[in-house]
C-alpha cells in the first residue's frame, strides 16, 4: 500500500467540494468537540488547584458536626425545630476511640466590626487553641482575664446571637 495515494485524495476533495455544508458542519464539529475538551479539562484542573488552595492547612481526616433544623417529627417534637450542641456532646466524641481532636467552635459569618470610624466586613469566630490542630488559623488567642471586658463588648453588639457567645464566654 502506497503512502500517497492520489486516487484516495482526489476522492476525499470531490467529496469535500460536492457536500460543502455537510463538511463545513462536520469541521465546526470536530473543532467544537476539542475546544469543549480542552475547555472542559483545563476548568476541571483549575478547580481541583482551587480547592487545594482553599483547603491547605486544613486536616484531611476532619469531620465537623452541626445544628440544623431537625428534618422530621420525631416523638412528639414537631418537625423544622432547632436544636444545639451542648459542650457535653464534645466530650462525648472525645471518648470515641481514635478521635484525636475534639474542639468547639463557633462562627457569626457576615459581621460587622467597627473600630473607630473604621467599619470591616468579617466572620467572628470562637475557637480555642486545639483548633490550630485542625485548620491553622490567623488568630488572637483571648486570656481568661480579657474574657470579662470581651464579654462586655459582645453584648453592646445588636446581634443576639453576639451576646449569646459573650454570656457563653464570661460565664
Given at each position: 500500500?502506497?503512502?500517497f495515494?492520489?486516487?484516495?485524495w ?9 457536500n ?7 469541521a465546526f464539529?470536530?473543532f467544537?468537540?476539542?475546544?469543549m ?14 480547592m487545594?488552595?482553599?483547603f491547605?492547612?486544613?486536616?484531611t ?7 440544623q433544623?431537625?428534618g422530621?417529627a ?7 425545630r432547632?436544636w ?13 476511640d481514635?478521635i484525636?481532636?475534639a474542639?468547639p ?13 473604621n467599619?470591616y ?6 475557637l ?18 480579657r474574657?470579662a ?16 457567645l ?6
Open positions: 500500500m502506497k503512502q495515494d492520489l486516487d484516495t482526489e476522492e476525499i476533495l470531490v467529496t469535500i467540494t460536492r460543502k455544508t455537510r463538511s463545513l458542519l462536520t464539529g470536530i467544537w468537540g476539542i475546544f475538551l480542552v475547555a472542559l479539562i483545563g476548568g476541571g484542573q483549575g478547580l481541583q488547584d482551587m487545594q488552595k482553599n491547605e492547612g486544613f486536616a481526616n476532619s469531620g465537623f458536626l452541626a445544628a433544623k431537625t422530621e420525631y416523638k412528639g417534637f414537631r418537625k423544622g432547632w444545639d450542641l451542648e459542650m457535653e456532646d464534645v466530650e462525648r466524641v472525645r471518648s470515641i481514635g484525636k481532636t474542639t467552635s463557633f462562627a457569626l459569618w457576615g459581621q460587622t466590626a467597627v473600630y473607630g470610624e467599619k466586613e468579617c466572620s467572628v469566630k470562637g480555642y487553641p486545639e483548633y490550630e490542630q485542625i485548620e491553622h488559623q490567623e488568630m488572637t488567642y483571648v486570656r481568661r482575664a474574657y471586658s470581651l464579654a462586655n463588648a459582645c453584648t453592646k453588639a445588636s446581634s443576639s446571637r453576639a451576646r449569646t459573650a454570656e457563653n464566654i464570661s460565664g
